[in-house]
């Protein structure tokens, strides 16, 4: 008889201490994974901060985390290393599903972690220059997103170089996330008229562009290693490129951009721009693959890689081929979520040498399947900027061996460029805005030089005889 009660009340023991509490097992992994969006005043939906916030939605909390879901992180592990990673562990997931599965106990007070605190203003100090959307912008309570340029004149008499970026949603329940453009030349200014805004989806609706930093939700600001600065033509304006969520009532957002300046960089760094047009997505088609690529025509580091598609994309993988023939995984999204796109550094750069080739593959789903569809029934889908087209770019953001290289690596990347678009492009003089009506002119008659049997197009032969006279120009 007292072994039983013994043995029972071993069992009651056991069983209480491998079933999870809040207190003791479920809060930490909340205030650490989830708190930073999951609290008042935040992007997401509710606040996971007290008991009762979790415990109303402890099946649903389990659901989503072990889809991976929540918390929102789309780079497939084992495919880069990124900073801030947001991953929540196997044995993180059982314990939300076990807490759960048995009634999600409080358990004892006295092991409650304090929550956590958040500064309400600049996470990274207070910056050297605040730039403020010109008038606060009104988003009515319902309606679909809004996609929305603000440009804002920085006002420099000289050259400004950058050394952090930090944006700060003023209010968090509607600004969903930001992309920041520098435009040296006014784009901008002209495409918003007379006010200091204008609609914007896939992009900022001008090139080139010089993208200088991207927030979403849980992201922190971008600072520049050492020597690293970025440097901003004197004239340029900012373009805030932010994304929209109606919130149920009406809403006003006058968001801002910090800025600490430093010294000018020592350090060369150039940006990576693989982009393909030759998007032709037939309604219905659930499988469409687009694939483009670009060689790499110095050794570089590459710190950081933003991918970007719109609703259709779907799969997005990024392999750079090194020229000894190694395969090194840049990223792999296979979920891709427009709501949840941004910059993704590297822990440590990535090394790649001179010669390498770095493709994208992305996998787009026009049929009726993809809930994220924005045409019922489907349409036919082409390159554009547009919600209902679509686009298959990556920006490689890289570091030089030295300051020196860095005006070479900018012509020799804005060739290797030219060289993807003569490879790819369905008509040879329907140039991209990125290739300037200068370089068009050259370009057209080069293409006519070359064209040795005067087809109209450069076959592979002679694209490559082109190039090869072309590159050792530059040397
Ligand atoms: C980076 C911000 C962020 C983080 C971190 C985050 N969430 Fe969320 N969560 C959201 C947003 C925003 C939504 C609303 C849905 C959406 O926009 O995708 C949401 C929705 C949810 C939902 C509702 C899902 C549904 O189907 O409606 C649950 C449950 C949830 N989150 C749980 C969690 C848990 C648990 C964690 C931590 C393990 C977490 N979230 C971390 C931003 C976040």
Redesign the pocket.
């Given at each position: 008889m007292r072994n039983l009660i013994w043995a029972g009340l071993a069992g009651a023991m056991a069983a209480a201490a491998a079933t999870p509490t809040f207190n003791h097992d479920i809060a930490p992994?909340?205030y650490s994974?989830?708190a930073?969006?999951?609290r008042p005043g935040?992007?997401?939906?509710?606040s996971?901060l007290t008991y009762q916030d979790a415990a109303k939605?402890a099946k649903?909390?389990a659901?989503?985390?072990q889809s991976r879901?929540?918390?929102?992180w789309k780079a497939e592990p084992g495919y880069g290393e990124f900073q801030n990673e947001?991953r929540?562990s196997d044995a993180q997931i059982a314990t939300?599903k076990d807490w759960a599965a048995n009634g999600a106990p409080e358990g004892n007070a006295s092991e409650k972690p304090t929550p956590p605190t958040f500064t309400d203003g600049w996470q990274a100090g207070q910056p050297d220059k605040v730039f403020k959307l010109e008038q606060a912008y009104s988003l009515p309570a319902d309606g679909p997103d809004q996609y929305r340029c603000f440009v804002i004149p920085m006002n420099l008499d000289h050259d400004a170089y950058v050394k952090s970026f930090e944006f700060r949603p003023d209010n968090r329940k509607i600004v969903?996330h930001a992309i920041v453009f520098s435009d040296p030349d006014g784009n901008a200014r002209r495409l918003a008229r007379n006010g200091n805004s204008y609609p914007c989806f896939g992009g900022p609706g001008f090139a080139p562009i010089s993208m200088v930093a991207g927030w979403?939700?849980?992201g922190s600001p971008s600072v520049a290693g050492p020597g690293m600065s970025l440097t901003v033509p004197k004239g340029s304006d900012l373009v805030l490129q932010i994304h929209y969520?109606p919130s149920g009532k009406a809403e006003q957002d006058q968001s801002s951009l910090g800025m600490t300046f430093g010294d000018p960089p020592t350090v060369g760094r150039g940006m990576v721009f693989i982009n393909s047009r030759a998007i032709h997505i037939p309604a219905g088609e659930s499988h469409y693959v687009v694939k483009a690529g670009i060689t790499i025509p110095q050794d570089v580091e590459v710190l950081g890689i933003t991918p970007h598609a719109h609703y259709l994309g779907k799969d997005m993988k990024i392999d750079a081929k090194l020229p000894d023939g190694t395969v090194q995984h840049m990223i792999w999204i296979k979920d891709w979520?427009f709501?949840?796109q941004g910059q993704y550094r590297y822990k440590e750069p990535v090394k790649l040498p001179k010669g390498t080739r770095v493709e994208i593959e992305y996998t787009y789903d026009n049929s009726v399947a993809n809930i994220r569809n924005p045409s019922h029934p489907p349409v036919n889908v082409h390159w554009g900027e547009q919600t209902t087209d679509e686009m298959a770019v990556a920006f490689l953001s890289v570091k030089l061996k030295s300051m020196d290289d860095q005006a070479l690596f900018q012509k020799q990347i804005g060739l290797e460029f030219i060289n993807e678009f003569l490879a790819q492009a369905d008509n040879l003089n329907d140039f991209p805005p990125e290739i300037s009506p200068q370089a068009r002119a050259r370009l057209s008659m080069a293409i006519s030089l070359f064209d040795r049997n005067h087809d109209g197009k450069l076959d592979d032969e002679e694209r490559k005889t082109l190039m090869d006279f072309l590159r050792a120009r530059l040397q």
């Open positions: 992994i909340l994974n989830c930073t969006c999951h935040e992007v997401a939906p509710f996971l939605r649903q909390i659901t989503v985390t879901f929540m918390p929102p947001r929540l939300l969903h979403a939700p849980g969520h979520d709501n949840w």
